[in-house]
């Protein structure tokens, strides 16, 4: 079955670029859906970050996008995100996820297991 | 504060019926469709509904969804001591250009 797995730094300094990388498995990244990314602070609910297409099209959320970038890297079925400036409110565990549907009926079907990374001198 | 007002809590006795609303404004549920997620604990989101009210392969039939205007209700039956866990709404909104998440719902089966 189609599997995601988030990898990176689980501490990142203050001021610093948090950089993730989500691996797909069993499945193309460029048979056409989008791929996001989606953060959870500890004991605090669901905060989407942005969602990719295979080709490189991405969308952000507006609190996030002077600060957020998400890329592609077809050849390694991956897609990774990095967010700059990082400060202690940008701790969280951060999901990859598979975005299926169409505009306005999308839903995230399919998640990694996650990865906690804390921001921190 | 979340765009999608879900209740903090609920809780039901194992074998009854138990509801979780979401309610937002016409720029969200009002004209876009509602996913719902469940959240044991320390895992990851799990996809129970989709397009309002569909479920993916090997979600059982008693987790049920429905929307009317601008609010959205999960419905569990039968609950299970298993079925303890966050339950997330979520849609995207078409005025802020957001995917929106509820502030999640803890059930609680006693």
């Known amino acids: 079955q189609v599997q995601l797995q988030e990898s990176g730094p689980g501490l990142v300094k203050p001021s610093e670029t948090l950089a993730l990388t989500c691996v797909v498995s069993n499945f193309s990244i460029t048979i056409g859906y989008y791929w996001g990314w989606i953060r959870q602070p500890p004991g605090k609910g669901l905060e989407w970050i942005g969602n990719?297409?295979?080709?490189?099209?991405?969308y952000y959320n507006p609190s996030l996008e002077s600060r957020v970038t998400l890329s592609v890297d077809t050849a390694k079925n991956q897609f990774s995100v990095k967010l700059s400036s990082v400060t202690a409110a940008d701790t969280a565990v951060y999901y990859c996820?598979?975005?299926?549907?169409?505009?306005?009926?999308?839903?995230?079907?399919?998640w990694g297991q996650g990865t906690m990374v804390t921001v921190s001198s | 504060q979340s765009v999608l007002t879900q209740p903090p809590s609920v809780s039901a006795t194992p074998g009854q019926r138990v509801t979780i609303s979401c309610s937002g404004s016409?720029?969200?549920?009002?004209?876009?469709?509602v996913s719902w997620y469940q959240q044991l604990p320390g895992t990851a989101p799990k996809l129970l509904i989709y397009d309002n009210n569909e479920r993916p392969s090997g979600i059982p039939d008693r987790f049920s969804g429905s929307k009317s205007g601008t609010s959205a209700t999960l419905g569990i039956s039968g609950l299970q001591t298993g079925d303890e866990a966050d339950y997330y709404c979520g849609t995207w909104d078409s005025s802020l250009s957001v995917w929106v998440f509820g502030g999640g719902t803890k059930l609680t089966v006693l």
């Open positions: 996820a598979r975005l299926v549907g169409g505009w306005g009926n999308e839903a995230f079907d399919i």
């Open positions: 990719i297409y295979h080709r490189g099209s991405a």
């Open positions: 016409s720029s969200n549920i009002g004209n876009n469709y």
